[in-house]
């Protein structure tokens, strides 16, 4: 199976700074590689699809990049209502899907 | 407007059973892949199982294989999750994904989760 390593756990960061999460697979997965956000309570809300493309309605200062096992997602300015938890998340093409720990952003 | 209810969630002891269901609406749901997603407190989300669109496949996380069975009812909109066997572990938060049918296969609208408590 792939495993996804996500990092940072945590991080705290000031209202309009440039926040930079990184995930990697445990194998190449080309770009099959996705981000979403979760506020408390809440479902996880998709953000990012195949590694670089923005979903409709997303805002535009969310953005990822990367491909085979090294992937990064950023906050090009970090906003009060983007505290939330992150999560990347892959699918092998062999039926499973797989996220990452998840990355608590909090305001500093 | 795509809309995703969860309902049959509840407290269950250690070895009972429960079952799930996802009402679609908003979308034509026979046409999509489904998933069951799960998330233990303080956790972050697991996949569980994903159906084809007809029913004709299914596949499950092994954690859950051989004690939980995902169908749908293409006529009733309404995916189910059967939960047998039920472990302390498999206490979470339940949600109902669409598959966004697109290759690479993200997750595209979820409903607002059930909560699922094994205890005794």
């Known amino acids: 199976d792939i495993q996804m390593t996500q990092s940072p756990s945590s991080l705290s960061a000031s209202v309009g700074d440039r926040v930079t999460i990184t995930c990697q697979a445990s194998?190449?997965?080309?770009?099959?590689l996705n981000w979403y956000q979760q506020k408390p309570g809440k479902a996880p809300k998709l953000l990012i699809y195949?590694?670089?493309n923005l979903e409709t309605g997303v805002p535009s200062r969310f953005s990822g990049s990367g491909s085979g096992t090294d992937f990064t997602f950023t906050i090009s300015s970090l906003q009060p209502e983007d505290i939330a938890t992150y999560y990347c998340?892959?699918?092998?093409?062999?039926?499973?899907?797989?996220f990452g720990q998840g990355t608590k952003v909090e305001i500093k | 407007e795509v809309q995703l209810v969860e309902s049959g969630g509840g407290l269950v002891q250690p070895g009972g059973s429960l079952r799930l269901s996802c009402a679609a609406s908003?979308?034509?749901?026979?046409?999509?892949?489904m998933h069951w997603v799960r998330q233990a407190p303080g956790k972050g989300p697991v996949w569980v199982s994903r159906?084809?669109?007809?029913?004709?496949?299914?596949n499950y996380a092994d954690s859950v294989k051989g004690r939980f069975t995902i169908s749908r009812d293409n006529a009733k909109n309404t995916l189910y999750l059967q939960m047998n066997s039920l472990r302390v572990d498999d206490t979470a938060v339940y949600y109902c994904?669409?598959?966004?049918?697109?290759?690479?296969?993200?997750?595209?609208?979820w409903g607002q989760g059930t909560l699922v408590t094994v205890s005794s």
């Open positions: 195949d590694a670089s």
């Open positions: 908003g979308f034509t749901f026979s046409s999509y892949w």
């Open positions: 159906i084809h669109t007809d029913g004709s496949s299914t």
């Open positions: 994904v669409r598959d966004s049918m697109i290759v690479g296969h993200r997750f595209d609208n």
């Open positions: 998340q892959q699918y092998d093409n062999l039926f499973t899907w797989t």
């Open positions: 194998q190449d997965i080309t770009n099959y």
